[in-house]
T-cell receptor, first 114, second 112 residues
Framework: QKEVEQNSGPLSVPEGAIASLNCTYSDRGSQSFFWYRQYSGKSPELIMSIYSNGDKEDGRFTAQLNKASQYVSLLIRDSQPSDSATYLCAVNEGNTGTASKLTFGTGTRLQVTL | SQTIHQWPATLVQPVGSPLSLECTVEGTSNPNLYWYRQAAGRGLQLLFYSVGIGQISSEVPQNLSASRPQDRQFILSSKKLLLSDSGFYLC???????????FGQGTRLTVV
């Protein structure tokens, strides 16, 4: 059973601070990793993808991947109230041909306080 | 640019009734298509995926079925709904080769 684990939160951070969201996965064969943001009642929105060890930065977001430790994280700098949402970690299975069969964590709820 | 349309947004159906949810993608050809379900307080669960017309792979045994009659159309069906079928149903697409999936607006289904 392939698993993706996230702390459900809520993670509360003050406006302007750095939010750090973490995710571990069980399948060592996983090849690609994604972070989705989901506002309450809405569908998930893809915000970051990462495929190789190290950091990937996009604006205020930085994704970090450590395949040896089977660990993915998302840093949000200068957190804003509009960042308050649930963040889902997703992992693409290896050896799936052309399909993107994603296994999702249950998400971490982030609250950015004024 | 690519867009994905999913309807209806909400649906209330009695137990034992049939179900048909439709999803279409615009602006791309030969996409991979997916149906996910998100139950209350749980993660997204992949139900079906398709890499081409008429090609359907089922991930979870259940009373649901999926069909892909056209390249950019994906349909989720049931002949008789169960209470446990309630949830948030999400259609998604990706390019061939993976690299993440993009979701439609979702259908919130309540079976009563």
């Amino acid at each position: 059973q392939k698993e993706v684990e996230q702390n459900s939160g809520p993670l509360s951070v003050p406006e302007g601070a750095i939010a750090s969201l973490n995710c571990t996965y069980s399948d060592r064969g996983s090849q690609s990793f994604f972070w989705y943001r989901q506002y309450s009642g809405k569908s998930p929105e893809l915000i970051m993808s990462i495929y190789s060890n190290g950091d990937k930065e996009d604006g205020r977001f930085t994704a970090q991947l450590n395949k040896a430790s089977q660990y993915v994280s998302l840093l949000i700098r200068d957190s804003q109230p509009s960042d308050s949402a649930t963040y889902l970690c997703a992992v693409n299975e290896g050896n799936t041909g052309t399909a993107s069969k994603l296994t999702f964590g249950t998400g971490t709820r982030l609250q950015v306080t004024l | 640019s690519q867009t994905i349309h999913q309807w209806p947004a909400t649906l209330v159906q009695p137990v034992g009734s049939p179900l048909s949810l439709e999803c279409t993608v615009e602006g791309t050809s030969n996409p991979n298509l997916y149906w996910y379900r998100q139950a209350a307080g749980r993660g997204l669960q992949l139900l079906f995926y398709s890499v081409g017309i008429g090609q359907i792979s089922s991930e979870v045994p259940q009373n649901l079925s999926a069909s892909r009659p056209q390249d950019r159309q994906f349909i989720l069906s049931s002949k008789k709904l169960l209470l446990s079928d309630s949830g948030f149903y999400l259609c998604a697409w990706s390019v061939q080769g993976g690299l993440g999936a993009f979701f439609g607006q979702g259908t919130r289904l309540t079976v009563v």
